[in-house]
């Protein structure tokens, strides 16, 4: 909260990362405040909120695959794309209430970062969703350049550079100059379809049903895009396909490896596609300044390895890259006086 001389008035000022897995929101003068799944949990077939909207976030994760068959829990944005409006409606309500409090007299102004693929009628309904949770103003910004700014990367500047945010529904690869995008491809394959590289493995490999948190427990322990180092072991438990009963087996790191490596290479081909589109000039640059990783999905081990492999450029992986974006919404709200212009906001509809 501070004092705004412009309204006379207290004001509040929030940058939400409305990511595909998780939701993060950055208060001027505050950092990040919220760090939780974008997970509601609702009456099955229906898009009815659990529990007055208290089903939403940390707790409807823990529903995630474990739900009695009255309810489901729902990752409204999984694809990257708005699949469900109402949930998504609700989802950020409940967010943006949690972090105002009481406070609910200050109206705050509210900055989403949004994925750079989603339609028209995808962004009235985030503008629509925040206006509801008692927004008094709402921005939009293209998450690759929060992400790049969260990084630390020459933004404002007219040098290129690469920022590779790899989330759990989308990668976004954006070269970036003159803080805007130069060149971008956001494709629907990320940290997800890792998870379900492996589930198919563990079937084909094992006749192994496992669930997708059991997947991503794996991939977290023992994954890795290229080899790093001494390869391990770990031991799985599921349901045999056959017998229908459960068990357990062990597995190793190389396996996973191997798993992975399909949607790794759609990973890499979106960056070597984006490089393709490069005006000389700003490729020349980026044989200087390299990619930067960010995105949950950069943790992967050895993915940075494989990127350098592919494409020759030097790689490194943004400090914490799961609050990228998060953090580049917090300097935008910290400025966004002087940076308002340059964002899409309610207004301009
Ligand atoms: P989004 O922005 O789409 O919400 P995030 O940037 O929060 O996505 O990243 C979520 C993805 O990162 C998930 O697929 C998750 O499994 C993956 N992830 C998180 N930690 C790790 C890790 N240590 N190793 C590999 N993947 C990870
Ligand atoms: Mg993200």
Redesign the pocket.
């Known amino acids: 909260m501070f004092f705004d001389s412009a309204l006379g008035w207290f004001s509040l000022d929030m940058g939400i990362?409305l990511?595909?897995?998780?939701t993060l929101v950055c208060v001027r003068g505050q950092g990040i405040v919220l760090n939780e799944p974008?997970v509601v949990a609702v009456r099955k077939g229906t898009n009815i909120v659990l529990e007055n909207g208290s089903a939403v976030g940390l707790r409807a994760k823990e529903m995630l695959g474990k739900t009695p068959g009255s309810i489901t829990a729902i990752r409204p944005l999984k694809d990257g794309v708005i699949s469900d409006f109402e949930i998504t409606e609700a989802m950020l309500t409940y967010f943006i209430q949690k972090v105002h409090g009481r406070r609910r007299w200050l109206k705050p102004r509210v900055l989403i970062a949004i994925p750079s693929g989603i339609t028209a009628v995808e962004k009235q309904a985030v503008f629509h969703s925040a206006m509801q949770a008692n927004a008094r103003r709402v921005y939009l910004v293209e998450e690759p350049k929060a992400a790049a700014i969260g990084a630390g990367l020459p933004f404002g500047e007219p040098v290129g550079s690469m920022i590779v945010d790899i989330?759990?529904?989308?990668t976004e690869v954006a070269i970036i100059s003159m803080a805007d995008i130069a060149a971008s491809e956001s494709i629907r394959t990320?940290?997800?379809n890792?998870?379900e590289a492996i589930v198919n493995h563990m079937k084909k490999t094992y006749n192994l049903m496992i669930g997708d948190l059991s997947a991503?427990r794996i991939?977290?322990e023992i994954?890795s895009a290229g080899p790093t180092g001494p390869e391990t072991t770990m031991e799985v438990r599921g349901r045999d396909m056959i017998s229908g009963l459960p068990r357990k087996c062990i597995i190793t790191s190389e396996e996973i490896r191997e798993a992975l490596q399909e949607p790794i290479g759609k990973v890499i081909d979106a960056i070597t596609v984006t490089l393709g589109r490069a005006e000389p000039e700003l490729a020349a640059d980026l044989v200087e300044t390299g990619i930067c990783l960010a995105?949950?999905?950069s943790?992967?081990r050895g993915i940075d390895q494989v990127i350098h492999q592919a494409t020759g450029l030097p790689v490194r992986r943004a400090e914490d890259p799961?609050t990228c974006?998060a953090r580049g919404t917090g300097v935008l709200v910290e400025n966004l006086e002087s940076c308002k212009e340059a964002l899409e906001s309610d207004l301009d509809e």
């Open positions: 990362d990511g595909t897995c998780n974008s989330g759990g529904g989308t990320a940290g997800d890792f998870d991503e991939k977290i994954g995105g949950g999905g943790l992967l799961l974006v």
